[in-house]
């Protein structure tokens, strides 16, 4: 297991945009995956974006066009670009990591071991 923080959370208005930053320390190079999740009270955790090792970039249809996922190697870190955010982004965002070597990310959550603490979102209309 990484241990995995997240920064970058907080308020923002319809239309605006917001840079979340998750910072990993340990073995995250055996980690091929890394991903982006988040939760609201009420619904279930949905996977926002996924970064393997390989390149591939993986949105969630509610969010494709307007979040960049992007992870740094050298830097250790995974970064998720929020633009033209919508109430509905409201959630706490959570960073996490895989270290199985499979070709692609998985989709469900239960298959990543490390997780972050969380950062709260929070978009007003």
């Known amino acids: 297991h990484v241990q995995l923080v997240e920064s970058g959370g907080g308020s923002v208005e319809a239309g605006g945009s917001l840079r979340l930053s998750c910072s990993g320390s340990?073995?995250?190079?055996?980690?091929?995956?890394m991903a982006w999740f988040r939760h609201s009270p009420g619904k279930e955790r949905q996977i926002v974006a996924t970064?393997?090792?390989?390149?591939?970039?993986l949105y969630a249809d509610s969010v494709k066009g307007r979040f960049t996922i992007s992870r740094d190697f050298d830097k250790n870190t995974l970064d998720l670009r929020m633009e033209r955010v919508r109430p509905e982004d409201t959630a706490t965002y959570y960073c996490?990591?895989?270290?199985?070597?499979?070709?692609?990310?998985?989709?469900?959550?239960?298959?990543?071991?490390?997780w972050g603490q969380g950062t709260q979102v929070t978009v007003s209309s």
């Open positions: 996490a990591a895989n270290d199985d070597w499979q070709p692609s990310c998985p989709l469900s959550g239960t298959e990543f071991n490390s």
């Open positions: 340990g073995n995250i190079w055996t980690h091929p995956c």
């Open positions: 970064s393997h090792v390989g390149h591939d970039r």
